[in-house]
């Protein structure tokens, strides 16, 4: 009896280790750490042989398939934050209406998504979250009379394109030359451009 | 997978109540340890450097004669390593600047043998050898995003220790153990899983 009794304290303490115990790596982040960026170009591109820029004044705002353009502190910042670094870069801004040989726009993406969830399934855990012993009915259980709720999540990024404007009357089209995507929490807040972006655009664009 | 674990513990638990009820007989030990393991090799160069803390390692164990022995073990092994934000190229023109997090989760199920060269000495030191499978549970992340995939793989591990019974007649005893697993793990240009470990735990005899 003694064995059976030691036994059942181990397996419970190793059962512990094995559901409890596995670090998850996404609460072990902070927002900062959870925020990636990732930037592409067009390999054919030499960067050297532009010399202006002109950037929009004001942020496209590309939400489930619809846009508008709004200003807000984050997207001034962000606009503020590429002007800063592209003239540390040595590019020239001027007017759009000055035959800027490349364009850069701003813009925020939110993307909500619509899912279904099942009470049963959802019910199956959350008992054993809350115990029924904690609302003082011990050895008690739920009873879900819903089947199913809906429930929506929106998520957000920014993306920066930078356009070949100086060859587009050549080429009949507007390239994209350099694309960047910021994803992650806190992706508009008005902090992050000055705190991030030169990291962003000085070590992955020039 | 947590629907697996549940059910490798419960069956665990059930394993032990029936073996218990028919081991008059039978001479099975139930081993139970404590395991600390320390990433090594390719592994180590890859995947994670930090050792882990967070596992064990169990077995049911029947003894054919004073000297060897052999049975079922199965262990859980929780593997993390955060990295700091670097940036690395996705092909050759995209780059993305992430933190990575790599989190592993081993469970092997072997077929193990151990030999006591001294049966008769009051400290009995041991080999061991064991192969089987491993499930493998792998995912990375870059900073929030994630992406995971499950294997199974063989595995091998060799090791060597010292038993220390509780009493001069006690058939239970202390266990202290260390082990080589080699693990290999070719997924992504990935090479192993192959990790060096340390054991401190308990072998009682079911009665």
Not at chain 1, 89 to 105: F, K, T
Not at chain 2, 23 to 48: E, H, T
Not at chain 2, 102 to 122: E, H, M, R
Request: hydrophobic share 35%; glycine share 8%.
């Amino acid at each position: 009896m003694k064995r059976i009794f030691l036994m059942l304290i181990g397996l419970t303490g190793f059962s512990i280790i094995y559901t409890s115990c596995t670090k998850d790596p996404v609460n072990n982040l902070t927002a900062d750490e959870s925020r990636i960026y990732i930037t592409d170009h067009d390999s054919s591109v030499n960067f050297r042989d532009y010399k202006t820029y002109s950037i929009s004044d004001s942020v496209a705002v590309i939400e489930n398939g619809k846009s508008f353009h709004d200003l807000n502190d984050a997207g001034q910042a962000y606009i503020d934050a590429v002007k800063k670094h592209m003239g540390q870069a040595g590019y020239q801004m001027v007017s759009r209406n000055d035959n800027p040989d490349l364009g850069v726009d701003v813009n925020h993406i939110i993307n909500t998504f619509t899912g279904v969830i099942s009470y049963g399934d959802y019910w199956d855990d959350y008992g054993g979250y809350w115990d029924p012993y904690y609302w003082g009915y011990p050895g008690y259980g739920y009873y879900i009379p819903y089947a199913y709720s809906v429930y929506q999540v929106s998520e957000g990024a920014v993306s920066l394109d930078i356009l070949d404007l100086k060859n587009a009357s050549t080429d009949h089209k507007i390239n994209v030359v350099w694309t960047g995507l910021i994803r992650g929490s806190g992706v508009f807040n008005a902090s992050l451009p000055t705190t991030r972006l030169k990291l962003y655009l000085t070590s992955l664009l020039i | 997978m947590k629907r697996i674990k549940k059910i490798i513990v419960g069956v665990c638990v059930m394993m032990c109540f029936a073996l218990t009820a028919n081991a008059q007989k039978r001479p099975l030990k139930l081993d139970l340890n404590y395991n600390y393991s320390i990433p090594f090799s390719g592994f180590k160069n890859d995947l994670v450097s930090n050792g882990s803390p967070r596992g064990f390692k169990a077995g049911l164990i029947y003894s054919f004669s004073d000297q060897l022995s052999a049975g079922l073990s199965f262990g859980f092994q929780d593997y993390y390593q955060k990295y700091p934000r670097a940036i690395y190229n996705l092909n050759k023109t995209q780059q993305i600047s992430a933190v990575i997090s790599n989190s592993i989760q081993t469970t092997p199920v072997l077929l193990k043998a151990t030999y006591f060269p001294k049966p008769s000495t009051f400290l009995k030191p041991y080999v061991s050898l064991g192969a089987g499978a491993n499930i493998i549970d792998f995912k990375q992340y870059y900073g929030e995003f994630g992406n995971s995939q499950s294997n199974v793989g063989f595995h091998a591990q060799g090791g060597l220790g010292l038993m220390i019974p509780f009493k001069k007649t006690s058939t239970s005893a202390l266990n202290l153990g260390a082990t080589y697993d080699y693990a290999p793990y070719k997924k992504n240009g990935y090479k192993d899983l192959n990790s060096v470990n340390i054991q401190a735990g308990i072998v009682i005899e079911l009665k």
